[in-house]
C-alpha cells in the first residue's frame, strides 16, 4: 500500500491555493480549505505553497491589513448605497417633524424587505430622518394576525431558504434539492415537517430541484485486450468499506479543450474515495485515482486489507497491461463488466452523472467562473467531492452523508467489540 502521498495529488494541491489564494484572507485560510478538501494535513501543505512561491520568486502582493481594510470599505459603501436607496424610495414619504401613520411605516418597511434589504436598516434610515420607529414594533405587526400555520410555513420558508443561500447571499449546493431531500435536510435540523408541507412550500417560493441530464460515455473497450471476469455483476452493494469499489471517468469541455476526471466509489457508502483530473484519456489518469483512493484510506486509518474488488468497464484504460500491474501490486482483485451492457457499472455512471449535473453545469454553486483550464475543473471538483463526502444526503443511505454513514459503521464495530462490563 502507498505509504506516503501521491506527487501529482500534492502538486495538485500546491496548485489549487496558489490559483485562489486571493479568494482567502490568508495562506493559512486558503491551506485550510484545500487541505480539508484533500484530506492533507494544512501545516503541510502551506509549507509546500511557502516553498513554491519562493521558487516561483512570488512572494509579493496585498498583505491580510490591506484585504480586512478592503472588505471593510466595501461593507461600508454597500451599507452606504443601501441607505441611500431607501431613502430614494422613501420620496416624499419622510417629512422631518412629521411622522407618517403606523400602518404606513409598517408597508414601507415590508415593501423595502421585498428588496432584500434588513429591518434593523430600513429602521435606522428612518430614525435618521426623524421617524422612530423600533424593529419589535414591525416584528409585532407582522405576527399579530397570522394563524399557527402561518407561522409555521414562515419558520419553515426561512429554514428552506437558509439551507439554499449563505451568509454571503450565494448559492448553497443544498440549493439543488428537491423536495425529498430538503425534507430529509429540514427533517436533520430538528424540524418536525411533512413532505406533502415542504413541498407546498417549495412550489409557492417557485423552488424545483436540479434534474439529472442524460449521461454520456467516454471509455471505449479495447476488443484486442485480455479482460478480467465480472465479479460484481449489478450487484453494486458491499457489507462493509473497502469491499468493493467501482471506477469510471468522464469530459469536461473547457476553453483549452477536454478534461478528464476519473473517480473511483465505494459501493459501502457511495463515498469517493479517489479522483483525477487530467487532459488526456491514458491509463495514468485513472492509476492515479486509484491511488489516491488507497493514500487516503491508508491516512483515515481504514487501511485496504485483502479481498477488495476493483470494478469498471471495458475501456481501455482500465483492461490495460499497467492497470492491472497496478491492481497485482496493491492485491487487488480486477472486475471488469460486460460489453454492450448499460448496466454493467450503474453506480459510476449515476455517480459521474451527479458531477456532471451538481458541479459542472452552468450556475452550479461550485463554479466560480467558466471553466478556462483544468484548474477550473479541478477547483470545482474538489469543492464538490467534499460536499458530496460529508454533507449531501444519500436516499440509499437512509439520507445520511457517505462519511457520516462510514462513521456509524466503525462506531457500531467499536462498540461491538468493546461490551461495556457489568459489575458482577
Known sequence: MPKKIPEETRQRA???????????????????????????????????????????????????????????????NRELREANAILRDAGGFLRRGTRPPTPLILGFIEEQRSFGR???????????????????????????????????????IE???????????????????????????LRRQGLTVSSRRVDRL?????????VRGRGVRTTVPDSASTRAPDLLDRDFTAAAPNQRWVADFTYVRTWAGFVYVAFVIDCFSRAIVGWHAATTKTTPLVTTALRMALWRRDRAGHRVGDGLVHHSDAGAQFTSVSFAETLGLEGIAASIGSVGDALDNALAESTIGLFKNEAIRDGSPFRTGPLRTIDDVEWATAAWVEWFNAR???????????????????ADLETSHHPVLTPA
Not at 457517505?402 to 466503525?410: G, N, R, S, V
Request: proline share 4%.
Open 202 to 210: 417549495m412550489r409557492e417560493l417557485g423552488i424545483k430541484g436540479l
Open 14 to 76: 500546491v496548485r489549487l491555493v496558489l490559483d485562489h489564494l486571493e479568494e482567502y484572507p490568508n495562506l493559512t485560510t486558503a491551506c485550510q480549505t484545500v487541505a480539508a478538501r484533500l484530506g492533507f494535513g494544512t501545516e503541510s501543505l502551506r509549507r509546500w505553497v511557502r516553498q513554491a512561491q519562493v521558487d516561483a520568486g512570488a512572494r509579493d502582493g496585498l498583505t491580510t491589513n490591506d484585504l480586512e481594510r478592503i472588505r471593510k470599505l466595501e461593507r461600508e
Open 159 to 185: 429554514a428552506i431558504r437558509a439551507a439554499r443561500v449563505n451568509d454571503e447571499g450565494e448559492a448553497t449546493p443544498e440549493s439543488m434539492y428537491g423536495r425529498r431531500k430538503m425534507t430529509a435536510l
Open 118 to 156: 434588513s429591518v434593523g436598516s430600513i429602521c435606522t434610515v428612518l430614525r435618521q430622518q426623524g421617524v422612530p420607529v423600533a424593529e419589535r414594533t414591525y416584528r409585532a405587526w407582522k405576527h399579530a394576525q397570522p394563524s399557527h400555520r402561518d407561522i409555521d410555513d414562515a419558520h419553515l
Open 392 to 410: 449531501r444526503l444519500h436516499s440509499t443511505l437512509g439520507n445520511v452523508p457517505p462519511e457520516e454513514f462510514e462513521a456509524d459503521y466503525y
